[in-house]
C-alpha cells in the first residue's frame, strides 16, 4: 500500500497545507482512537506538544478527533516527545501523541504516534490507521462521546523521570552548563532538571513565542551556543531540538560535538561499568566510519540500520542493545526511554565529564572522524538510481572504496533529492568519487 499520511516519522508537514491542516488531524484523532478502541475500559489518549503557533489548533483538532470516537483525552501541554513516551505508558494510556516538526522550523508541524508500551507505532500500525483515515468511522453514542482534561504535574513527573536516569553518586555541582532548548518543548523541564541536579545553568532558547522554535537556536543551529559557551566560561553546551529527543553537545573550547562522538562515549562508559547490553551501539548508514573502527578497538560492534531513529529502535530491540542512536543527535538508552531523549542523554555525557575530571574536549574526542561528504542532487522525477550508467559509476566507485572507504547512496523519504555520501581515509579521492556520482545522477535526472 502506497503511504498517503505517515513518513518517516509520523506524519509532517506545511500547516495548513496538504495533511497537515486541522479537518486532517481530527480525522487521525477518529482513526487512531478507533484502532485502540480494544477492550472494555475506558480508553484514554495522552497529548503533548511543542512550542508552534500551529499546536494549538492541532491539539483542538486531535482533542475534538479523540473525544467523537468515545477516548478521554489528557492534555500535557508543552512537553519533549520523550515526556510523551513516558507518560503514556505510566498513566496506562492506550495511545500516546506528539505534535511537533521536531528541528523543522515554526511553519511545519507533525504528529507522531506512540502505542501504550510508550514505542513509536510499527509499520503495521501505521498502514492499519491509514485505511481507517481513508474510510467512514463510526462516531460514539452521545453518551459515550470523551473528556478532555489537563494535568498540572507533567512536568514534575517527567523531571523526576530523567533525574532518576544518572546515577545516585552523580552531582553536578560545580559545572556551569549553558543549556539551548531550541524555544522548544524543553525550554521549563531541561533547565530545572539539570539545576535541581546542582549545576549551574545559563540558559538559552527558553523564551518561546509560537514563531521562534528552531529559529537561529537549537541542535541544528549551534553557533549562539558555541560563542555564549565561550563568552562564559563555562564547562559544556547542550543544544536539544525543538521537541528534545535530539542532543548536540558544545565542549568548552567551543567545538560542536555530534553525535557519533556521544554515542562513542556513551557505550564505552556503559561497557566499562557493565551496563552496556549487546555488545555494540547501533547506528545509521550515515555515522562516521571512524566511530565503528574505534568500537571494534574497544571490543564493540556497530550495528548499522537504514536512516531514522525507528529503525535504530527497532534493530536495539532485536537484538538486546541498549545503546543507540544517530549522528545528527538522535540518542536512544532503551533502560530509560522508549524513544530519543537529549535531557537522559545528556545527563550521561555530564556523569562521564563529572567522574573523568576531563575537559569536555578531550572526554568528547574519543576517535578522529575520517573525511565524509555529504551532496544532494535534486531530480524532477523518474527513478535515476535505477539507471544503468549510474549504478556503472556506483559501481566504479565502491570498488575503489573497498577497505578504505564507504559509499551510502540513498533517495530522500521526503522530498525528490538523491543524497551521495563517501566517506574514507583519503579527503581528495571521498570528494572526487561523491562528485562523479552526483554528475551522472544529474545528467540523467534531466
Known amino acids: 500500500m502506497q503511504r498517503k499520511f505517515f513518513g518517516t516519522d509520523g506524519i509532517r508537514g506545511r500547516t495548513n497545507k496538504g495533511n497537515m491542516t486541522a479537518a486532517t488531524a481530527m480525522k487521525v484523532g477518529q482513526a487512531a482512537g478507533t484502532y485502540f478502541l480494544r477492550g472494555d475500559h475506558r480508553h484514554r489518549v495522552v497529548i503533548g506538544k511543542d512550542t508552534r503557533l500551529s499546536g494549538y489548533m492541532m491539539e483542538s483538532a486531535l482533542v475534538a478527533g479523540f473525544t467523537s470516537v468515545g477516548m478521554d483525552v489528557v492534555l500535557l501541554g508543552p512537553m519533549p516527545t520523550p515526556a510523551v513516551a513516558m507518560l503514556t505508558r505510566e498513566m496506562r494510556a492506550d495511545l500516546g501523541v506528539m505534535i511537533s516538526a521536531s528541528h523543522n522550523p515554526y511553519e511545519d508541524n507533525g504528529i507522531k504516534l506512540f502505542g501504550p508500551d510508550g514505542f513509536k507505532l510499527s509499520d503495521e500500525d501505521e498502514t492499519a490507521i491509514e485505511t481507517l483515515l481513508e474510510s467512514d468511522i463510526a462516531l460514539a453514542d452521545a453518551p459515550e462521546v470523551g473528556r478532555a482534561r489537563r494535568i498540572d504535574d507533567a512536568m514534575g513527573r517527567y523531571i523526576h523521570d530523567v533525574k532518576g536516569s544518572l546515577p545516585d553518586h552523580i552531582r553536578l555541582d560545580g559545572l556551569h552548563i549553558v543549556l539551548d532548548c531550541a524555544h522548544g518543548a524543553a525550554y521549563k523541564v531541561a533547565p530545572a532538571a539539570l539545576w535541581e541536579l546542582g549545576a549551574k545553568i545559563t540558559a538559552i532558547g527558553v523564551e518561546p513565542n509560537g514563531r521562534n522554535i528552531n529559529d537561529g537556536v537549537g541542535s541544528t543551529h549551534t553557533k549562539e551556543l558555541q560563542k555564549r559557551v565561550v563568552e562564559e566560561g563555562a564547562d559544556i553546551g547542550i543544544a536539544l531540538d525543538g521537541d528534545a529527543d535530539r542532543l548536540i553537545v558544545v565542549d568548552e573550547k567551543g567545538q560542536v560535538v555530534d553525535g557519533d562522538q556521544i554515542m562513542a562515549l556513551i557505550g564505552t562508559e556503559w561497557h566499562r561499568h557493565g551496563i552496556l547490553s549487546g555488545g555494540g551501539v547501533v547506528a545509521t548508514v550515515m555515522s562516521n566510519l571512524g566511530l565503528e573502527r574505534y568500537l571494534q578497538g574497544q571490543g564493540l560492534e556497530l550495528v548499522r540500520t537504514k536512516v531514522g531513529d525507528r529503525h535504530v529502535l527497532e534493530a536495539m530491540r532485536k537484538g538486546g542493545y541498549n545503546v543507540g542512536g544517530e549522528q545528527s543527535g538522535h540518542m536512544i538508552l532503551i533502560d530509560h526511554a522508549t524513544t530519543g531523549d537529549g535531557t537522559m542523554a545528556a545527563l550521561q555525557v555530564l556523569a562521564a565529564l563529572v567522574e573523568s575530571g576531563k575537559p569536555a574536549s578531550e572526554l568528547l574526542r574519543l576517535f578522529n572522524p575520517v573525511p565524509q561528504l555529504l551532496k544532494n542532487v535534486h531530480f524532477s522525477g523518474g527513478k535515476p538510481l535505477e539507471d544503468a550508467e549510474v549504478q556503472a559509476v556506483i559501481a566504479e566507485a565502491e570498488k575503489e ?46
Do not use: F, H, N, W
Not at 421 to 439: F, K, L, P
Open 401 to 446: 572504496l573497498d577497505g578504505s572507504g564507504r559509499l551510502v547512496i540513498r533517495p530522500s523519504g521526503t522530498e525528490p533529492v538523491i543524497r551521495v555520501m563517501a566517506e574514507g581515509d583519503d579527503a581528495a579521492q571521498v570528494e572526487q568519487v561523491v562528485d562523479r556520482i552526483c554528475a551522472k545522477v544529474a545528467e540523467v535526472a534531466e
